[in-house]
Each structure stands twice: as structure tokens, then as C-alpha cells.
């Protein structure tokens, strides 16, 4: 028959980047998200002050040349230390999303794959954890296991492995029915690599939008934990403890809570944006 | 008999990502009462758009442009408003689908769900439209209708269910019925059941039946007359028995070599036609007759300038500049398999 | 002629359970033998629900027997174990009849058609490689397929790259599935023809399953009619079309609409519950 031979292709990325561009609203958040890792990134380069060099003559002082974005209690450069909580907030949300997706991807693969004994067990914790508002839950955990970023996060984590599980074993119950993973069956494809090749990858998309939804949720619960007092602890620039501390000077002082409420607002929808639009970036049916 | 639809020069054209894409080109047909036309055709050709188009069910949320013109009793729907399409749709033109499933609600009883529509088009009480509904499966030969009535929708087979979807269709007595592949899903058996409930319904009721089909045999048994389509153009139509006998269209002589016969084995060395090359995306801008890429008889003419209707020497209409030579060569070209 | 495959007695029963805990038994297969020498191409139809795709997923150990034995070349394989199955699986492959939900849409072609004998193991790239480009051509496919992705392919295409797959370990046995099902047919045609040439090239053996007599007629030598999960008749298939001697053959055969067969009067339209 006729087929051509496949032109030469772009490269994987430079499509990437295509379907990016077509969407205006996804490539904003691209930018926004991008803008914040730099400059947490760089923020010992861009900070125009320590984050925690105290001048207690210059304390509370409005927005002005010398300090963008005002100074707080302490007369620290709030700007400063905005730019360094950029790299907190970011890891925190980075780490917690990757460790509860590994661990609920593999929890839902084998769930849903073996089914029998492993699935009903994995999914009584499942459902268990997630009979809890997930807020309390990880509230409850961090007051267990006492203050601190650390322990927020391992809380956090294990509220959010159960939602990449039910994700995930639902994915697979589906995949699991597809032709082509009964053909693989009969190539006689063991059951790792059944999983591993053929249907953890056509679960991705869904996933990574969790995911990335995901960062955001997890910056947010980060932050509100700071707020009340049981994550990071002043004098961490964490922008949730920030405002914490802020909320004393909240109505004479408005740009000490403004500041790191909006660094949160704004990198929250960033990663909103890029999870609405993730869809047709993975999908290769989008590709040309 | 006077058609009761006549669709003349008909062409449609769809929104997509990027303008406007031909679906439709200057398609012609006519439908008398009592008679069933069939559509039959490839995917991709056409023949479900153009029943489509009539009910203006169609794909493009509005912006979709029809040209021509399609009257039906005698008045011109491409004029009539969404509103009027709506009570022409429920009354004098109904559809069935190829999965009935999908139109009836699993939560409620057969029952249920046919007496609720007596009820709000008829103003009659639940026990009368019981008796109607059950009158109605009747007339669609299902036995113990009464217990039909009572059942879900996922407790009745696909041939059950397709024939409570015409009973429903045609329970308003509509002028005209539109099969969309109402079989295609069925078992063997169970379709010539369901072909036979069609045509019985066609000729006692006097309904006008458009029969949409990819399957030659089905279209050739228990059509009166038919339209070949392909990418979005009537290749040959006439009567059922004139164009199975005496194709004559290059791209009906193909269609009927490549379906497989008893007589034909492998085994005795028989080979199927296999018709070269793909159909044309309808995207494709084509100045000619558009089977003219895959056609063997093509010419320069084929490439220029599509084709107009022609009177072929059985009585029926083809659209080909070669037809004659196409004739002649009988089976040359096309292989064995072809005289079956 | 020894017997490549054999299937004696082959039983396969669902068991579901209702809302209240009520077993229910459905015997999907029931009973079923049947014997397949080396070259032939057998037939199997019969109406949805006959059993005829259970049997193919019992072959080929998708799904596990309820009784009754699978031989290949006079070997029990019935009960083996995956790890005994799986330099067996190399002989016995299939197509299934959806092109679309049939290749994964996360792979690429070469990937795809790689896959079986990358399982297998004990051959290089290089290898697996030129057997792919063999394979796709003689499926009439061109080596730039290798690089492109399922969607960017027809149904008849992405059937045509499922036997490619189908046939990457030099199977003795190919078990087709309704292949052309879902094919438009001009593009059956095609795929019927490639799977003619296919078997005299490649001295394959057949078991082709589909609900359409005259594709079965057209491809197998010997024709199987199933019906309820039993076989109703079996033999060459110019003599079961010409000559059937059950009545269900009949009806069958009866039933399919061709071009130029008359319209039948049905003696009894009527359906009951």
C-alpha cells in the first residue's frame, strides 16, 4: 500500500513546546511556575539582603526603594526573604508529591493488577485514611509526631498516598482489559513488566495531572500547617509561617501577610495552570 | 409514487479546528412512502451525515452549513428553525440507532420509559398507555409484551432491544424512518428478524425508510432502491435490483468484488479485489471525481472535472465521465469474484 | 498428518455471583474437541455468546480451563505453569480483533512489534530489527512505519501491524480472532488477501474465529460451527456451505443476506423473552 515514510519528526521536546505554545493559558503557567524555581533557585544571587539579617531600627517599614516589599518585626527584608521561601515552598511540594505518588502508584499497580487478598488490603488503609478530611489527618500526625517541616511533610505524604492509589489502581482495572495488554500476556510478558511497560505508561496522564494539581494542593496544606504553628518554625522564611507571624501587624502593616499570600496564591495557580493543560502536552495522539 | 423527501444538490460542510471541512457534495436523492432507500457506503463516506443533515442532528453546535435543498412533504427544512426541526424530529421523522442501548435510560422499566412519552404527547392516563405500549411491542412481534414491559433495559437481549427501539420509533406513526446500521451489532439470526420487522413495518405502515448500511447484502435484500456514497458523493443510484445486477460504477464494481462469497475460497486460488490506495481525507481539496486517485479507469477528465449524473443503458443514475469503458472491461480489472 | 494441536473435552464454566451470594454457572465452552494438523487453516463460527472466543483464550492459556486438556505436538500443556508455558507461547500467538484498543498507544511501532521477541530474549537490536522491516513489508507496510505511533496508522493498517507482532516469533500457530471484524470491506479484503499469502510463504497454521460465514468459507479449509458454547458440526468447508446436516447450520447459513439472494419470508418474525 501507499504510505509515505515518517518524515522526519521534531524532536520530542520542540513538540512539547508546540502544544505548549498553542495554549496561551498553560504556557502562563509555565512561565509563572518557572519564574519561582529561578528565583528560588538563585535567591542567594537575587536577594538584596540575608533573609534573616535582623535591623531593628528599620523594623515595619512600608514597601520603599531600599526594601520592595517593606521589612517585618524584625526589620527583615520581606522581599528577601519571599525569594528564599520560593525554595522551601517548591521543595516541600516537589518531595511530598513525589514520594506519595511512588508509593501509591506502586500500592495501586499491585492492587489492581494481583486484585485477591493485596487489593482488599491495600484498599481497607486506603479507604481508611481517606475517610479523614485530609487536613485534620495530617494536623493529628504532625501533633503526634511533634512540630517541625520534616514531620509536616511525612504527614502530608501519607495523607496523599491514598489518592494516588485509587487513582492508579483504578487506571490499571481499566488498562488491565486493553488488548494490548492481554497480547503482551501472550508473548508470555511477566507480570512486573506487563505492568511496567504497557500499563503504568498509559496511566500517566492522569497521573502527572494529579501530580501537578498535586504540588500546588501540597504548597498549600505546607503553608497552612506553618500557619498554625506546626510546620516550619520562625525564623524559617516559610511563606505559611510568615504570614503566621504577620497576622498581629495584619491591619497596620498590610504588606508583611500581602507578600507571602500572594507568592502562594500565585505559585499555586502556576501549577493549576500547567495541570489543566498537561493533558494534551502527554497525550501522543495530540502530537502531529 | 410521489417521493414524500427529496433531497436535491445537498452539500454540508462542518466546523473543525481550523475552518470549514466538505462532509457533503452535492448529493440527490428521493424517498417514496412505503418504500425503503438504502444508504450504503465505506466509513468515511457520507451516508450517516446525509441522514444527519435531514434531521439536522448534526455535529458542529450550529455553525454548520447546509446547501440545497431537502423537502420533505412538501416543505424546505434547510428554512425551518431549530424549534420547528424539534417537533418534525419527534413526529414525522423517526430514528433508530445501531446500539439501542444507548437511548433508552437503565434505570427505568421498558414500561416506564414508553409510557412516560404516551403520556406527555397523548394526555392519557398510565393504565391506557400501558395498553398502548403493549399494543406497540405487539405490532413488533415480541411475545409476552406484557412482560417485556416490566424488564430493564440490560435484561433484554440486542434484538429485543432493537425492536422495542422501533416499536417506540415507530409508535407516532412518523413519515419517514431513519435506520442508522440497526443491525450491524446483531447476530446473524437475529438480523434477518429485525431486516424483516423493518420491511413488513415499511410496507404496512406505508412509512418511507432511509436503511443506512456498510453491508452490501443487508442494503441489496431488503432495499427497493439505493445510493452508493462515497467520500461525501453519490457514486451510482437506482433501483436495488438494477445496481446489484449491473453495477456500473467503477467504485461499485470494486465494493462488490471485495466482499467475500461462498464460492469464493482461497483455497481454489480465488483472490478478493482489494481496492488500491485509501479514501481521501475529506479535508482534501479535489478538483475531479474523488475515486479518480484509486480508479483504474481513470483519465485526464476523472482529474479535472468531477462528474455529472448520467443515465446509464439499465435505467439508473451513475456519476462517472468512464463509465462505458469501465463496463466493457468487464471484470479485467477488477479480477475474479466479480461475476458473483 | 500428526496432530499439532489437540483439544479434548475442554470446559470452561464462569461462576458470578448474584447480590445475595447466589452462584450462577455459565458454561461458556462445554465440552469441546477438536484436532488441528500442521498447515491447515480451520474455521470456527458461530454466533455471539457460542464460545468461540473463549476457546481462543483458553489456547492460548488467557484464560485457565475448567477441565479437559490442550496438546501441543502430544503434550500436555493444559496445566503448565507460566514459566513451563512460556517457551511454548512462541508457537501458539493471536490477533484480536480490535486494531484500536490492540496496541498500546504509549509505544511506537518498532517498540510494538519488537515486543515478543524482545520477551523471548536471546536475540541482538539488529536482529529483532530486520525482522520487524521483513515482517512489515510482507504486511505491506514501508520501514517508516517503525518510527510512528498507533493513532498515526488506519484500523486495516493497525491490523496489518498486530499479525506483523503476531508473527515475530515464527509462530507455527496463528489464532485470529475476528481480524476484520471492525474493517471496512475493502480494507477486509486486503487483510484477507496479505493473510492468504502470509500462510503459503510462512507454512502457517490457521484457527480463524468470525461470526461471518463467508470470511471463514473464504479463508479456512476445514469449518467448526459452534453454537452454546458446543460444536454443532465440523468438516470441509465446501461441505458444510453446500451440504450441512444440522439444522442450526442451516438457519445459519440461511440467515446471512448476499447480494442477489432473495428476500426471505420469515415463517415466524416473532422473538419471545
Known sequence: MNETAAAVRPSRWKEIWEIALRNKLTLTGFIIVGLVVLVGLLAPVLAPYDPNLMDIPARLQGPS??????????????????????????????????VSAAIGVVLGSLSGYFGGKIDQAVMAVTDMILAFPSMVLALALTAAMGPGLLNTMLAVIIVRIPMYTRLMRGQVLVQKEQQY????????????????????????????????????????????????????????????????????????????????????????????LIGDGIRDILDPRSRK | MEPILSIRHLSLSLPVKKGMVSILHDVSLDVAPGQILGLVGESGSGKSMTAFAVTRLLPGGGREKIGGSIRFCGEELTEKSEKEMQAIRGRDISMIFQEPMTCLNPVFTIGRQMTDVLMTHQKISRSEAMKKAEDMLTSVHIRQAADVLRCYPYELS???????????????????????????????????????????????????VIFISHDLGVISQICDNVAVMYSGHIVESGAAADVFSQPEHPYTRALMAAVPKFTVSAAAGDKLFAIPGIVPDPSEPMAGCRFAPRCPYATEICRTRPPADTVTGSGHLVYCHNWETAVSSAGNAWGKGDEA | MSALLEIENLTKTFRTRGFFGKVKEVHALNGVSLTIHKGESIGIVGESGCGKSTLANLIVRLEEPTSGTIRLDGKDITH???????????????????????LS???????????????????????????????????????????????????GQRQRISIARALMTEPEILILDEPTSALDVSVQAQVLNILTDLREKLHLTYLFISHNLAVVKYISDQTVVMRRGEVVEMGPSDRILTAPSEKYTRELIEAVPMIGKPFRLLEDPAESL
Not at chain 1, 526594601?67 to 528564599?84: A, N, Q
Not at chain 1, 503482551?184 to 501537578?212: D, S, Y
Not at chain 2, 432491544?161 to 447476530?187: F, H, N, W, Y
Not at chain 3, 510494538?112 to 539488529?126: D, F, N, Q, T, Y
Open chain 3, 80 to 102: 503448565l505453569k507460566e514459566e513451563e508455558l512460556r517457551p511454548l507461547r512462541r508457537r501458539i500467538q493471536i490477533v484480536f480483533q480490535d486494531p484500536y484498543s490492540s
Open chain 3, 105 to 155: 498507544p504509549r509505544m511506537t511501532i518498532g517498540q510494538i512489534v519488537a515486543e515478543p521477541m524482545r520477551v523471548l530474549g536471546g536475540h541482538s537490536e539488529a536482529e529483532i530489527r530486520e525482522r520487524a522491516e521483513t515482517l512489515l513489508h510482507m504486511v505491506g507496510l514501508q520501514p517508516g512505519a517503525l518510527a510512528r505511533y498507533p493513532h498515526e496508522f488506519s484500523g
Open chain 2, 158 to 208: 440486542g434484538g429485543m432491544r432493537q425492536r422495542v427501539m422501533i416499536g417506540i420509533a415507530l409508535s407516532c406513526r412518523p413519515k419517514l424512518l431513519i435506520a442508522d446500521e440497526p443491525t450491524t451489532a446483531l447476530d446473524v439470526t437475529v438480523q434477518a428478524k429485525i431486516l424483516y420487522l423493518v420491511r413488513e413495518a415499511c410496507r404496512r405502515l406505508g412509512t418511507a
Open chain 1, 65 to 98: 526603594s531600599a526594601h520592595p516589599f517593606g521589612t517585618d518585626e524584625m526589620g527583615r527584608d520581606i522581599l528577601s526573604r519571599v525569594m528564599y521561601g520560593a525554595r522551601i515552598s517548591i521543595a516541600v511540594g516537589v518531595i511530598i508529591v513525589a
Open chain 1, 181 to 272: 495488554v492481554r497480547a503482551a500476556r501472550t508473548f508470555g510478558e511477566k507480570p512486573f513488566w506487563i505492568v511496567a511497560r504497557h500499563i503504568v505508561p498509559n496511566c500517566l496522564t492522569p497521573l502527572m495531572v494529579q501530580m501537578t494539581l498535586g504540588i500546588g494542593d501540597a504548597i498549600l496544606i505546607a503553608s497552612s500547617m506553618s500557619f498554625i504553628g506546626l510546620g516550619a518554625q520562625p525564623p524559617t522564611p516559610e511563606w505559611g509561617a510568615m504570614i503566621s507571624t504577620a497576622r498581629v501587624y495584619a491591619i497596620d502593616q498590610w504588606w508583611y501577610a500581602a507578600f507571602p499570600g500572594l507568592s502562594i496564591l500565585i505559585t499555586i495557580m502556576g501549577f493549576n
